[in-house]
């Protein structure tokens, strides 16, 4: 679409999706850049799209976000429901999806808002792309997930410190799993990549390592388990996405949610892999499932770095007039992509994956 260049004085931000450490610094570098660099007016809508949808907003100078740098979570909050474009209504007794996008860009206009900056994942980023398409409202995105899956971006905020926090699971289960002689699996999260698997698995010294990708099998498993014991060393940790499976196997869901952005929400298998595992092994195997307290917590100092420069990058793109874009890391730059470029594919762990081989060549088992 031709990049007509809008006068903007007025812009929205908002956090979209499940939260991510992290957030609350690219709405901090939003207001600062926005306000100090353009003297512009910035206006927070709260819970995601659902503020957009309800008109539930309120204006952020300095002053709001003094202090928010080194906290997780979002200020403004946060929901991965609400999509304007197929949006939850009930009609004579019944839940009926419509689109509402049009009472979006009524609530806009009140406020006078001429641009938008949208944080979140792949399910936001398209409701993004699909305002620029319909509407042309310049906007302009921000990549959120700790799931690192996003193709278009070298590497999404977030991310780093869920591997921290995973990785710091990891060295306080190895105590506990060598004191007892036991098998510790550590579930943890990524969808259906395995990002925070294999990094997070790596960096805690890992025996086995359980990634989408890669299908495994139980007797592969346990035989790691068993070398181990045969080698003298009585314990065993082993990772696993929440989106592993075996050969021939199902996804694991714990629960299927009508009108989210991720409707099939994943949990289970590091049970069934303990299960399985002292089982075929006779080995004490217990599991611990880390979930959300990846997402949680102050952000490592990389991400706060990331997700500042994100921030500034998307006020200055739009003030550029580069609409209908993503902000991404093109280690060391920061650029952008189309937003359809963006939110086209899934990026996986590839089976040829320097880190991959290097675990695999210091003895790590995939399970294959």
């Known amino acids: 679409m031709p990049r007509t260049k809008v006068q903007i004085k007025r812009i929205g931000v908002l956090t979209g999706g499940g939260d991510a450490p992290g957030l609350n610094a690219v709405i901090r570098a939003v207001v600062k850049v926005a306000t100090r660099e353009y003297g512009l007016t910035v206006i927070g809508f709260e819970d995601g799209f659902g503020g957009l949808i309800e008109n539930r907003a309120r204006r952020l100078t300095e002053k709001e976000v003094v202090g928010i740098l080194p906290r997780g979570g979002t200020i403004l909050g946060t929901t991965n429901r609400d999509n304007p474009f197929h949006y939850p209504v009930e009609e004579n007794g019944e839940v009926v999806y419509k689109d509402v996008s049009g009472r979006v860009m009524e609530n806009l206009a009140g406020h006078g808002i001429q641009g938008m900056v949208i944080i979140g994942g792949d399910g936001s980023l398209k409701i993004a792309e699909e305002l620029w ?29 869920a591997v921290t926090t995973a990785t710091e699971a990891l060295d306080k289960l190895h105590t506990t799993a060598e004191s007892h002689h036991r098998v510790m699996v550590l579930e943890v999260m990524g969808r259906y990549a395995g990002w925070i698997a294999l990094h997070a698995g790596v960096a805690g010294g890992a025996d086995v390592i359980l990634i989408p990708e890669i299908p495994f099998t139980f007797e592969k498993v346990c035989e790691k388990v068993r070398e181990r014991r045969r080698a003298g060393k009585k314990f065993s940790i082993v990772v696993v996405a929440e989106g ?57 100092s ?9 921030g500034a990058a998307a006020v200055n793109f739009l003030m550029e007039g580069r609409y209908g874009e993503m902000v991404c890391l093109r280690t060391p730059d920061i650029g952008s992509v189309p937003l359809a470029e963006a939110t086209g594919a899934m990026k996986r762990v590839a089976l040829g994956n320097d ?14």
Request: glycine fraction near 14%.
């Open 133 to 161: 398409k319909r509407y042309s409202l310049p906007v302009i995105g921000v990549p959120k997930t700790i799931d690192n899956d996003l193709l278009a971006t070298d590497q999404t905020f977030g991310f780093d410190t």
């Open 244 to 300: 592993a499976k075996p050969v021939g196997g199902e996804l694991v869901v714990k629960k299927v949610v009508e009108g989210s952005f991720e409707p099939l929400r994943l949990g289970g298998i590091g049970n069934v892999v303990g299960d399985k595992i002292e089982e075929m092994t006779g080995i004490e195997t217990r599991v611990t499932v880390l979930g959300h307290l990846q997402r949680g917590g102050s952000p490592t």
């Open 302 to 310: 990389f991400d706060r770095i990331l997700a500042t420069r994100f």
């Open 355 to 368: 880190l991959v081989r290097a675990a695999r060549q210091m003895g790590i088992s995939f399970g294959d």
